[in-house]
């Protein structure tokens, strides 16, 4: 009981930031700078979510790296979301067999 | 008049639907991976399959479950997963820009529900106003593919070998790498926010004087930091805010999602 009100709180503190301000932010932002701001977010955002986390991702420090690797070249290729993160998980796994 | 304003709102529907099926397959090794850990961790399996469905967020999901384990408090659950999706009021923040200004409150409050950073990610570099439509569209097949993923994972948790499932670790972060680098490829000032982010994560990571501030908030400082000095730095021309990053407006739709 106990852990299902603690996802219960998790789904509302997580609702909130997501709908208060596409609700309420109705008209243009005329700011060059903040119009700019927002442009860069979803990049360094995501950026920061990722590095340098994804060494630790996956219990092989060796491992996770060739993969990070294999996701930026094949990113750079303009390959889709699954099939870089699909090749990351395999050749992650195929290292994780020789280290 | 009226079979216009249909016909107009299926396309956009259709639109965000199409882009949203990468997501989706994305979404299911990543959830996959949720729900195995929360079930070996001893989470119900239903519980489980709520907290996908009712959260649809990475990040803030890990960190709650593995507290949930930990035996806190609910104050230090509500406080942690705030924080970390503390981000999601820049991303929505940003949208609110880009959505029809005649989007009535109660669709917002729909589809307000449903953005996730890869979400945002697609929807952030349209070229083009965004319908309600379009948004729900696009957020129908990653939350589907969310909650199947973690179904499929909390029924088969046991199954895998520990190395295959540890591999999987690192589809979310892969699936972030495919979202930032092809830009990046066509914007300098885009790499180089990528590079700014990055450098302040290793900073709090490895100065261990940084270690009083929580992940979540590392997070959004990064963020705010690195978007700041980009804006101060590379300002986007007026009229133009994803011209930049997206080039080739005209691309087939198989295409664009590559491109994103």
New interface residues.
Partial sequence: MK???????????????????????????KS???????????????????????IW????EL??AV??LI??F???M?????????????V??GA??IF | MCSMLTKETKDEYRDGFIKGIPICLGYIPVSFTFGLMAVTGGLPRWLTIFTSISNVTSAGQFAGVQLIFAGAGLFEIALTTFVINMRYMLMSLALSQKIHEETPLWKRLIFGFAITDEIFAIASVERKKLTASYMFGLMSTPIFGWTLGTALGAFTSGLLSDRLSAAMGIALYAMFIAIIIPPAKKSKAVLITILEATAIMCIFRYVSFFDFISDGFKIIIATVIAAGISAAVFPVKEGGDSAEAAESGCAAPAKEEADI
């Fill in positions: 852990a299902f009100i603690s996802v219960l709180v998790m789904a509302i503190v997580t609702y909130i930031p997501r709908v208060l301000p596409v609700s309420v932010f109705r008209h243009e932002i060059v700078f903040i119009r700019s701001f927002l442009f860069y977010v979803p990049y360094a955002v995501l950026a920061a979510l990722t590095f340098p986390a994804i991702s996956t219990g092989s491992a996770a993969g990070t996701a930026i094949l990113a750079y303009e390959q889709g979301l699954v099939v870089v993160a699909m090749a990351a998980i395999v992650v796994y994780g067999l």
